[in-house]
């Protein structure tokens, strides 16, 4: 008998049919002697429907309270897990149902973007012994003041990983609407392959570039805690054999696993969401970057990829990343804040560019990585804007409109396709 944590996402919340077919396939676990918790999200559309409600009062978001938002949103989840109880119990399956403060869920004050503190484990053991079956609302939490909070888009796989730490449970099954994790998005490259096995590095490299799979901090969890975390569809037929099922998807794991993949580059990521933005002629001395992005991290605006370039006669052209939505806030904050404060001339913004990313932990003992992704851009005409590395990956920033010719390319230059690899 294991203890395990099912995340179901918002598709296979989607009808009462599809929160029907959850209750069957959680009742085939229960009945092969597994003690089941649940972590579901809203239904597909629902929390932004219920947002856009609160747009149509008030169509200026930088006016609405942070705190009512969190409100509004949480109560999507809240259906979910009354639904999926009523639908288990319908079928003769004990179950019971919490939201986060019921838990409670612990998070700090930073509403729509909160994070988890700490979550007490009692009420849910206590029903788990009593051979119930406990469904908890994702994606929100309670701070110290008692105000309902959120953790912002796709919290729900954060708020998974995390009971599945709280609890010590065995694996976290994260159910969507793909069937594991690929070499990169199928859509955009017909022979992309389902990966077996990926380690949590790659994954939070993978998460952290754009791949849609999970969210990121539910990536930080899982290796953090060293929670086994299976990626896998919830549109099978729910009374699959569960062995078949168990097994299915892509399992993230860890790397001294013996029967990892041992490939140098296990995908291609892209993300869309990038906007670049670059200060000109910054006076080059000491404290001048955190003059320009202690402004951006007040305004809570987060920062990805950075370059300073070379000192020239005392000034340097400063740039960096950000989300495509919050470009407009940062371009105000540096206008109104900085520009003037440190005596740029000018600051330029570009919110047409896109970052694709080469991962993998074989780079750790492969050289020639860089060097055959430059090589494929450039003979495909893709002119580099930008560069980043960590251990594992190598990011690049380029115009939008070569996105998908980029990851294509680089696919077939790095045989993503098959198993052998082309360097």
């Given at each position: 008998m294991a203890l395990v944590v099912h995340k179901y996402g918002g598709t296979s919340m989607g009808s009462v049919q599809r929160i029907q077919n959850v209750a069957q396939r959680v009742?085939?676990?229960?009945?092969?002697?597994?003690?089941?918790?649940?972590?579901?999200?809203?239904?597909?559309?629902?929390t932004n429907r219920l947002l856009g409600l609160a747009k149509e009062i008030n169509p200026d978001a930088a006016d609405m309270s942070p705190r009512e938002l969190d409100m509004i949103a949480a109560t999507g989840e809240q259906v979910s897990v009354g639904l999926l109880a009523i639908a288990l119990q319908a079928i003769g399956t004990d179950a019971v149902s919490y939201t986060g403060w019921q838990v409670p869920v612990k998070t700090n004050n930073a509403f729509t973007k909160a994070r988890i503190e700490s979550i007490d484990d009692t009420r849910i053991k206590a029903d788990l012994a009593q051979g119930r079956v406990v469904i908890v609302t994702g994606f929100q939490g309670v701070d110290a003041d008692n105000n309902i909070t959120t953790l912002g888009r796709g919290g729900s796989d954060t708020s998974a990983v995390a009971i599945a730490a709280a609890i010590g449970a065995d694996e976290c099954l994260i159910y969507t609407d793909v069937d594991g994790v690929y070499t990169t998005d199928p859509r955009v490259v017909e022979?992309?392959?389902?990966?077996?096995?990926?380690?949590?590095?790659?994954?939070?490299?993978?998460?952290?570039?754009?791949?849609?799979?999970?969210?990121?901090?539910?990536?930080?969890?899982?290796?953090?805690y060293r929670v086994k975390t299976r990626v896998l569809s919830s549109l099978t037929d729910p009374n699959i054999d569960i062995n078949i099922e168990a097994n299915s998807g892509t399992l993230i794991t860890f790397e001294e696993d013996d029967t990892m993949e041992q490939a140098v580059i296990s995908g291609i990521a892209f993300n869309r969401d990038e906007a670049k933005i670059t200060l000109m002629q910054v006076p080059d001395h000491p404290g001048i970057a955190h003059?320009?992005?202690?402004?951006?991290?007040?305004?809570?605006?987060?920062?990805?990829?950075?370059?300073?370039?070379?000192?020239?006669?005392?000034?340097?052209?400063?740039?960096?990343?950000?989300?495509r939505n919050e470009y407009k806030k940062a371009m105000e904050v540096l206008q109104n804040e900085v520009v003037d404060t440190i005596n740029a001339t000018q600051v330029?913004?570009?919110?047409?560019?896109?970052?694709?990313?080469?991962?993998?932990?074989?780079?750790?003992?492969?050289?020639?990585?860089?060097?055959?992704?430059?090589?494929?851009?450039?003979?495909?005409?893709?002119?580099?804007?930008?560069?980043?590395?960590?251990?594992?990956?190598?990011?690049?920033?380029?115009?939008?409109?070569?996105m998908e010719l980029a990851v294509r390319e680089l696919h077939k230059a790095f045989g993503l396709e098959t198993q052998d690899q082309a360097i």
């Open positions: 009742t085939k676990w229960v009945k092969a002697g597994h003690q089941v918790v649940i972590v579901p999200s809203a239904m597909s559309g629902d022979t992309a392959r389902r990966l077996n096995k990926v380690t949590f590095e790659e994954m939070l490299e993978m998460a952290s570039l754009g791949s849609k799979i999970l969210q990121i901090r539910s990536v930080e969890f899982a290796g953090k003059k320009i992005l202690g402004p951006i991290s007040n305004a809570n605006i987060d920062v990805d990829m950075i370059i300073q370039n070379q000192s020239n006669n005392g000034t340097t052209d400063f740039s960096f990343t950000v989300h330029i913004g570009d919110n047409q560019v896109c970052k694709v990313s080469a991962v993998g932990i074989g780079m750790r003992s492969h050289v020639g990585v860089a060097s055959l992704m430059f090589e494929t851009l450039s003979k495909s005409g893709v002119n580099i804007q930008m560069i980043s590395t960590s251990e594992i990956k190598i990011s690049v920033v380029i115009e939008d409109k070569y």
